[in-house]
């Protein structure tokens, strides 16, 4: 069984750039869900993908988006990068229906640092 | 939305002596309790998990209680080892459908397990 991947694992972007992060989920998961965590903190959710689309997002502007494909992995993208994005960005997968959507697995993460 | 509150933020126990983490939400609707164990430099591990209606699970040498009139659940580790150091985190969620399963954080315990 393949466990979450996720790319890069460091990042170093300036502010106002755009980045984008890759995920891979588990296999035999079809939720991606996305999870930001900064230092000394615990994750934040941020948006989970079903079916291609984006079902459920936290307290997060627009300038956060995403995408699914096809084959369940999943893309972050955050435009006009701020100082206060700088965390460890975490994929969950999971699958859904049933009682294995409530249980989800990380990533190691793509640490971003943005100067 | 939800808000879990998590106790103590650092613990440090003997080898062989026993760690409670206790955490805290505040949504009646959560049905979903896992626990997650971070390593440094790793993404969060699910160590177990309790759904609301379950009282009690246990695992070896861990074990989750929920009181769900209180709005609150707490980590046994018995016999703990070096190796149980790590940041662990509660977290709850209410699953209905897709894109609802987003799971909100505590903000994480340091357990130091000293030999």
């Known amino acids: 069984e393949t466990g979450v991947t996720q790319s890069p694992t460091h990042l170093i972007k300036t502010r106002g750039q755009q980045v984008t992060l890759r995920c891979s989920s588990q296999?035999?998961?079809?939720?991606v869900s996305w999870y930001q965590q900064a230092l000394g903190q615990g994750p934040q959710f941020i948006f989970q993908?079903?079916?291609?689309?984006?079902?459920g997002r936290g307290n997060f502007p627009p300038r956060f988006s995403g995408l699914q494909f096809p084959n369940y992995s999943s893309e972050l993208n955050v435009n006009a990068l701020e100082l206060d994005d700088s965390a460890l960005y975490l994929c969950?997968?999971?699958?859904?229906?049933?009682?294995?959507?409530?249980?989800?697995?990380f990533g190691p993460g793509t640490r971003l640092t943005v100067t | 939305g939800e808000n879990v509150e998590q106790h103590p933020s650092t613990l440090s126990v003997q080898e062989g002596d026993s760690a409670v983490i206790k955490c805290t939400y505040s949504?009646?609707?959560?049905?979903?309790f896992p626990w997650y164990k971070q390593e440094l430099g790793k993404g969060p591990q699910l160590i177990i998990d309790?759904?609301?209606?379950?009282g009690e699970k246990k695992d070896q040498r861990i074990a989750v209680t929920l009181n769900k009139t209180a709005k609150h659940f707490s980590l046994h580790i018995t016999e703990t080892q070096p190796e149980d150091s790590a940041v662990y985190f509660c977290?709850?969620?209410?699953?209905?459908?897709?894109?609802?399963?987003?799971?909100?954080f505590g903000k994480g315990t340091k357990l130091s397990v000293i030999p």
């Open positions: 969950a997968s999971s699958k859904y229906p049933g009682q294995g959507a409530y249980e989800q697995y």
């Open positions: 296999s035999g998961h079809n939720t």
């Open positions: 993908y079903y079916r291609e689309e984006e079902n």
């Open positions: 949504d009646s609707a959560s049905n979903y």
């Open positions: 309790i759904r609301s209606n379950v």
């Open positions: 977290a709850a969620s209410n699953g209905s459908g897709a894109g609802s399963y987003q799971l909100t």
